[in-house]
Nanobody
Framework: QVQLVESGGGLVQPGGSLRLSCAVF????????MAWYRQAPGTQRDLVAS???????HYADSVKGRFTASRDNAKNTVYLQMNSLQPEDTAVYYC????????????????WGQGTQVTVSS
């Protein structure tokens, strides 16, 4: 059974930074493509960043230059470093494991974490 455990969310002021972590259990992590999504109240869950098993990253236009996805295969963990945070980044952030890429776009699997709340407010 694949389990994903996110951590690192919290309250931060505009312009601040947070680093999210997602630990994966029960899968061959090094072979998994991974992704981060976010969902604000009343909206759909949107793709924020993805990272292939080989470490290639892709980002939504809204976070390019501010967010960085990375992975540590020795720790079965994927990270999302978020800098220059703005109020519009407020959402619950979810990680997804073992999705698929089609024509350069990440499509999620059924494996989701429980989510971690990120609130950007002064």
């Amino acid at each position: 059974q694949v389990q994903l455990v996110e951590s690192g969310g919290g309250l931060v002021q505009p312009g601040g930074s947070l680093r999210l972590s997602c630990a994966v259990f029960g899968s061959i992590f090094s072979a998994d493509h991974m992704a981060w999504y976010r969902q604000a109240p009343g909206t759909q869950r949107d793709l924020v960043a993805s990272i292939t098993s080989g470490g290639t990253t892709h980002y939504a236009d809204s976070v390019k230059g501010r967010f960085t996805a990375s992975r540590d295969n020795a720790k079965n963990t994927v990270y999302l470093q978020m800098n220059s945070l703005q109020p519009e980044d407020t959402a619950v952030y979810y990680c997804n494991a073992d999705g698929r890429y089609y024509f350069g776009r990440y499509y999620p699997s059924a494996y989701w974490g429980q989510g971690t709340q990120v609130t950007v407010s002064s």
